[in-house]
């Protein structure tokens, strides 16, 4: 083998190496995460549409877990429309108690979510006739769909369209604000029978 052939086989080797790194580290991460993470449940008001394209899956609504009024930051904080921004979740609610815009801002031992800032509602003073400079703040959460198996989405479907039906997405938050979404329950019951 010539040395100008060797150097190409090396350089096509790295290459690879390098392309694939990424996606088998991305894989590798969810697989076996670093730390456990924890279940948190979003209500959630949801409907299965048939996209033949795409499959089954179920659209979800999150408007109250995507809609915040924050205790201590309830005013405009200057983001703008579409801007990444960090969410922090208090686990026992679920509920988003901070929007910061940078991960190092994220108070340690605290979950997150990557979000995007939409905008900033706010309040109206019924009295006075004018806005306040309080208000709520709009994010949206990095999950809105849910796809499930082609056999179950109709018995799905049957049942999110009872009158009191309540569904819930699960799912699994972990300290280097990776998630991953666990499952749809409806009525109580797991839809992919975790």
């Known amino acids: 083998m010539k040395r100008s052939d060797l150097i190409r086989l090396v350089c ?3 290459a690879v190496a390098l392309i694939l790194f990424h996606p088998v580290r991305t ?3 969810f697989s076996f995460p670093a730390s456990k993470g924890v279940e948190v449940r979003f209500r ?9 394209m795409r499959g089954r899956y179920v659209r979800l609504n999150l408007r109250d877990a995507s809609r915040v009024r924050l205790p201590k930051k309830n005013r405009d904080l200057g983001f703008r429309s ?3 921004v ?3 979740l208090d686990i026992k609610g679920p509920a988003i108690i901070d929007l910061v815009a940078e991960r190092k801002e994220v108070p340690p031992g605290k979950f997150f979510l990557p979000v995007r800032y939409q905008w900033f509602n706010r309040d109206w003073d019924q009295k006075k006739k004018t806005l306040l400079k309080t208000g709520i703040h709009t994010v ?11 056999k179950k989405a109709p018995e799905v479907e049957r049942l999110l369209q009872q009158r009191n039906s309540k569904a819930e997405l699960s799912v699994i938050i972990f ?10 329950i409806v009525n109580g019951q797991y839809v992919r029978g975790h």
Not at 44 to 52: C, G, K, M, R, S
Not at 140 to 150: A, C, D, M, Q, V
Not at 175 to 184: C, K, S
């Open 82 to 84: 579409g801007q990444p």
């Open 27 to 29: 894989i590798l991460r």
């Open 175 to 184: 300290r280097d604000g990776v998630y991953r979404v666990h499952d749809l």
């Open 140 to 150: 949206k959460l990095p999950f809105e769909r849910f796809y499930l198996n082609e």
């Open 44 to 52: 959630v008001t949801a409907y299965d549409p048939y996209d033949p």
């Open 86 to 88: 960090f969410a922090v």
């Open 12 to 14: 096509y080797l790295a």
